[in-house]
């Protein structure tokens, strides 16, 4: 085997023993949540035996560089770097200049002006050849991929590099094309999971299935191993995962209040409020379908009527906005990203979370 190539076998005695031998002891994995997770926390997860994750989609090469350089300062054990690999917007100037002017009020209420333009703020991993080299360079243990695949000659490199490479799939199609490609297993994203959904054409029309039917539908038809998403906050859920044939379960929200994350104040005080039992699916804050918290500015979107511009050029806008309602002491315009099952969130450091996932997965706690 070639040094830090992590393979994961359809026979689940057979996954754990692979596992055990790169000191990946436990099913778990927790989700590159941008915005929360953090080298901390993916270092603090790996450490305690799972597999930590960082997302990179949000920043350039030199800084994924940094932020993989500082989960190796914590652990030597393998993690995952995510990537987005989004189709490059399409620049709508009149429904761009609309979003600008119904955004206006809300900025002036916090008084700030809102962008007179707005920007494509993040580059496709599909277009950045800078973002490849510094991976085949880095040689990270597994790279995991949202909303689509990149193309064969990245994939070849990164397979060259020793990467174990995963992706998301909202539906078998998506599944059988990851396949296809040569991703090694594939990521069942339910429709319960928090964040973006990681759909590979977010205009075409959503299965939504449920992180249940999902799960089985792909471990019996996709032929790559499967790892379940959506919804799973215990480790009696991570058993009921593996129980439909996953080799493993990814967990967001799950992670979210542990004190490693990123998230702010507002963000955590909403977690443990009544938005956590109404959770909603909006594309207003960034373009793209994301389940999140409801705050003023899901509602703000679902009462505007107006086309959405496309992701990211509707992030601008909607990071600029959260910027300046912090700034006047109002949280309630941010991606409070989360899943259904945030009721069920806990607010403990990763690795005693980890601890209690496992104890919970064995019938020995909880």
Request: net charge neutral; proline share 7%.
């Amino acid at each position: 085997m070639r040094p830090g190539l992590f393979l994961w076998p359809f026979n689940a005695h057979m996954c754990q023993m692979t596992l055990a031998s790169l000191g990946l002891t436990h099913p778990i994995i927790q989700a590159p949540m941008a915005g929360v997770s953090t080298p901390t926390m993916a270092a603090a997860v790996s450490e305690a035996g799972g597999l930590g994750s960082i997302g990179v989609g949000a920043v350039d090469a030199a800084g994924a560089r940094a932020m993989i350089d500082a989960v190796r300062a914590r652990t030597n054990r393998p993690f995952n770097v995510n990537l987005f690999v989004h189709a490059p917007a399409r620049p709508k100037p009149e429904v761009e200049r609309r979003w600008i002017e119904a955004l206006a009020p809300l900025f002036e209420r916090h008084g700030a002006t809102p962008p007179s333009a707005l920007r494509e703020i993040y580059r496709s991993f599909a277009q950045d050849d800078a973002m490849l080299h510094m991976l085949v360079e880095m040689r990270p243990a597994v790279v995991s991929f949202h909303f689509g695949l990149p193309d064969a000659a990245a994939i070849a490199a990164l397979k060259a590099a020793g990467c174990l490479l995963l992706a998301s799939a909202t539906n078998l199609d998506e599944a059988v094309a990851a396949k296809a490609a040569g991703i090694d297993a594939v990521v069942a994203q339910g429709i319960e999971a928090g964040g973006h959904r990681g759909m590979f054409d977010p205009d075409a029309p959503d299965a939504e299935l449920g992180v249940l039917s999902l799960t089985r539908l792909l471990v019996a038809q996709a032929g790559v191993p499967i790892i379940a998403a959506g919804g799973i906050m215990d480790g009696r859920g991570i058993r009921a995962a593996l129980d439909l044939g996953a080799a493993a379960a990814q967990l967001g929200t799950a992670f979210i209040a542990c004190p490693e994350s990123s998230t702010d104040d507002a963000y955590r005080a909403a977690l443990f409020g009544p938005a956590a039992y109404h959770t909603a699916l909006t594309r207003a804050i960034s373009g793209r379908p994301a389940r999140c918290l409801p705050n003023h500015f899901t509602q703000w979107g679902m009462e505007a009527g107006l086309p959405i511009p496309d992701y990211p050029i509707a992030y601008d806008a909607g990071k600029a906005l959260n910027q300046a309602a912090k700034t006047a002491g109002e949280g309630g315009y941010g991606a409070q990203w989360a899943g259904q099952g945030a009721p069920l969130a806990r607010a403990l450091p990763a690795a005693y979370l980890m601890k209690l996932l496992v104890a919970e997965m064995q019938g020995t706690g909880g």
